[in-house]
């Protein structure tokens, strides 16, 4: 997974924490849904936790991101990408894009139940 798509996942991880109340997602999710690339929206998170009252949201997204940085080393005896390399996604599977994170994250309204769109049994 690129940086730029681990950095997407980051803040949905916030998001589900509960870090990120849902009106604070929704409100990115709206500015951001016309972006595209996983550049684009990685840019925008690090734009929308610049304000200063989401400095603890930064501060979590920081400590994440470092994280995961670290758990990613690379070996200067291994060889990057070329034939010898392999992926976490098989080819048959493709990863999914930060647009695609973001709408998947994305709480959807509860539908609500209706009495009266019940189905009605017939007592005899």
Known sequence: ?????????????LFR???ISNPDFDEFYQKTRDLQEDNEIADAIEGWLQ????????????KRMKEII???P??????LGG????????????????RELLD????????????????QTNKQ
């Open 1 to 13: 997974m690129s940086i730029d798509r681990n950095s997407t996942q980051v803040f949905i991880n």
């Open 17 to 19: 924490s509960g870090l």
């Open 51 to 62: 304000v200063e009252s989401r400095s603890q949201i930064l501060k979590a997204y920081k």
């Open 70 to 72: 670290a758990s990613y």
């Open 74 to 79: 690379i070996d200067s005896n291994q060889t």
């Open 83 to 98: 034939w010898k390399s392999e992926s976490s996604t098989k080819s048959y599977q493709p990863s999914p894009t930060s």
């Open 104 to 119: 998947n994250a994305m709480p959807r309204p509860y539908p609500t139940t209706n009495p009266s769109s019940q189905p």
